[in-house]
């Protein structure tokens, strides 16, 4: 029992890190992951759906990214070799991913990657990473990034489940309809304030509850965007709820 409290209160809480938070345009970006196992293909995947160009580095890969590698455009590109220092692709890369299940080879990857002046993560070493990776949620153009901030991983996952449930498929032609409103509202309206005030109201509008009825379609939105363009107002705009009941 001692020895069992001893090993419980020799666990050393990590230093607090406070992370920053941003969405990286990746289109066309080179990014190097080191491994080729579960880890570096889930990795690969989230980066190539953003666009990214993705070389992969191991001797071996996992049954899914052969095969990603064979199909599909944008294949990663697969390098069948034991990660070495000095190899040409660390110094093109954007971004480096040490994901293999060696230690000894993370840290070698994160040391010449930091001397090349490169953001870094390590799979199996937070502390010494540079960024890290939250779990995602996609619904359309509405990004909702999870992250414990290296705590629990498996909480930041099991957050995100909860979130898909809270937040369904509506969101995407909400924020369709959001951003055609807004670029429809920018060009009429000069005044930033009003503008400001009329972007308010509009997410006051009951939309979500319309387009969830499944009444909402594309004609209802051209004629939910000319009302709006007749009376650019705060206070028209406030008026619409009413009429988008009325449709019911
Ligand atoms: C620090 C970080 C670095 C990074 O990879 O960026 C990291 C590190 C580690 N993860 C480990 C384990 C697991 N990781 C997951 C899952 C995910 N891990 C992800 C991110 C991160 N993982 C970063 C912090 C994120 C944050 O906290 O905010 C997600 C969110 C994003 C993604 O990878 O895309 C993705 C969910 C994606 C989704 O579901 O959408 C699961 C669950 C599962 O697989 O079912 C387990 C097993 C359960 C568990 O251990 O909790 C271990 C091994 C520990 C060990 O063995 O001892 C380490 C190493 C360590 O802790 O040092
Ligand atoms: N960050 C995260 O999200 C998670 C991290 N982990 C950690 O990440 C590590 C990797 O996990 P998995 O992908 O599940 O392991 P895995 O065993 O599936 O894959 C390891 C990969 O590393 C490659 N590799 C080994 N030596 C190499 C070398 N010298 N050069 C290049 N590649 C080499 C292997 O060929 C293999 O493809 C584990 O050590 C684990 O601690 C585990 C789960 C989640």
């Known amino acids: 029992m001692v020895i069992t409290e001893r090993r419980v209160d020799a666990v050393k809480q990590p230093e607090g890190k ?9 289109k066309g970006k080179n990014c190097v992951i080191v491994g080729g196992g579960t880890v570096a293909q889930r990795k690969a995947e989230a980066l190539l759906e953003a666009g990214a160009e993705v070389t992969l580095i191991s001797p071996s890969f996992t049954a899914q990214l052969e095969q990603r590698a064979l199909s599909g455009e944008m294949p990663p590109r697969l390098i069948r070799e034991r990660y070495r220092p000095g190899m040409p ?55 909702i990034a999870v992250s414990t901030e290296g705590a629990s991983p498996g909480t930041a996952r099991k957050v995100k489940r909860e979130l898909e449930q809270m937040f369904g498929d509506e969101y995407e032609t909400y924020l369709e309809l959001l951003q055609q409103l807004r670029v429809l509202v920018q060009s009429i309206v000069g005044d930033t304030a009003e503008r400001q005030a009329i972007f308010r109201a509009i997410l006051d509008l009951e939309l979500l509850a319309w387009i969830r009825s499944g009444r909402f379609d594309e004609q209802a939105g051209r004629e939910l965007a000319l ?14 709820d009413e009429w988008i009941r009325r449709l019911d």
């Open 18 to 26: 406070r992370y920053y938070p941003l969405m990286l345009d990746m």
């Open 89 to 143: 692709e660390l110094g093109e890369a954007f971004l480096v991913f040490a994901a293999t299940d060696v230690t000894e080879i993370n840290s070698a990857v994160r040391l010449e990657a930091e001397s090349l002046g490169k953001l870094v993560t390590v799979a199996n070493d937070a502390a010494g990473s540079g960024f890290i990776v939250p779990a995602v949620v996609r619904r359309g153009k509405l990004v």
């Open 227 to 240: 009302r709006i363009a007749a009376d650019p107002t705060e206070a028209g705009i406030r008026q619409l």
